[in-house]
């Protein structure tokens, strides 16, 4: 059974910084594609980037661009999601995600596997 666990998440001022990190276990992670997923009070859940099974490709929706980076250690089987600059857009719940068939900007559907979520909450 593949488990994915976030941790990370909290209070944070606009402009501050904050490191998500996620541990999978079960499975074997380095043919997972990995992303992570947001959701706002009120709102869809959205990707906010994705990286591929070998680490080499990340893809992010255009609002994180240049402030959020993500990747991912497969010895360790962890995937993390720095985040900087961070605005009170940005507050939501985020997911860690694992897919065996996504790419780039799959949608959620296309995720086998989740974890709880995480709140982060971008406030002055």
């Known amino acids: 059974q593949v488990q994915l666990v976030e941790s990370g998440g909290g209070l944070v001022q606009p402009g501050g910084s904050l490191r998500l990190s996620c541990a999978v276990s079960?499975?074997?992670?380095?043919?997972?594609?990995m992303a992570w997923f947001r959701q706002a009070p009120g709102k869809e859940r959205e990707f906010v980037g994705g990286?591929?099974?070998?680490?080499?490709?990340?893809f992010y929706r255009d609002s994180v661009k240049g402030r959020f980076t993500i990747s991912r250690d497969n010895a360790k089987n962890t995937v993390l999601l720095q985040m900087s600059g961070l605005k009170p857009e940005d507050t939501a719940v985020y997911y860690c995600?694992?897919?065996?068939?996504?790419?780039?900007?799959?949608?959620?559907?296309?995720?086998?596997?989740w974890g709880q979520g995480t709140q982060v909450t971008v406030s002055s």
């Open positions: 995600a694992g897919s065996r068939a996504a790419t780039g900007y799959s949608g959620s559907s296309e995720y086998d596997y």
């Open positions: 990286i591929s099974r070998s680490g080499v490709f990340t």
């Open positions: 079960g499975g074997t992670f380095s043919n997972y594609y």
